[in-house]
């Protein structure tokens, strides 16, 4: 099945990519691997969440705010590529989850973004990761993530 078509049938909308809020790039390729530069959770341009994981948001929040960077990321690609059938797999995932003192359970956050990916592209959305703590992030955003991805094709 399509990926797009998998998205559909999900109830998932790609958004508009995201522009860079610094001096970076939303991803950049070298050979046949792109680098999606770190997303947040904004949904229409607006932060669904702010605040610390195990304080001003609980687990099922923060899970949900870790699907939306996901969800950033995959339209990145899709402004990247043009066509997520490119994507021959997703080879790491970073998270980042803004941690209130003594919460201990970034990697349970951070599944909301690798289910997804497996949930969307099975064997190929397996990934190697790391789900770290934060003290803080950009405009107390709860969750920011980065991903490594593999393509088939040359979009250079």
Excluded: W
């Excluded at 680098?35 to 949900?64: A, F, N, P, T």
């Excluded at 790491?92 to 349970?108: E, I, K, L, M, R």
């Amino acid at each position: 099945m399509k990926v797009e078509q998998k998205l559909k049938e999900m109830g998932i909308e790609l958004p508009v990519p995201p522009k860079p809020a610094g001096a970076y790039m939303p991803c950049r390729k070298t050979g046949n691997l792109i680098y999606i530069s770190g997303q947040g959770c904004r949904v229409d341009g607006e932060l669904k969440y702010q605040g610390k994981v195990g304080k001003d948001l609980d687990l099922e929040e923060g899970y949900d705010a870790a699907k939306i960077c996901c969800i950033n990321a995959l339209s990145i690609l899709k402004g990247e590529l043009d066509d997520l059938d490119k994507i021959s797999k997703i080879i790491n995932v970073h998270g980042y989850v803004n941690s209130a003192s003594g919460f201990t359970d970034q990697p349970s956050i951070v599944n909301g973004a690798s289910e997804l990916l497996i949930e969307i592209f099975g064997d190929k959305g397996r990934h190697s990761r790391c789900a770290l703590a934060s003290c803080e992030l950009p405009n107390n955003i709860p969750v920011e993530l980065e991903m490594i991805v593999e393509v088939v094709d040359s979009c250079d």
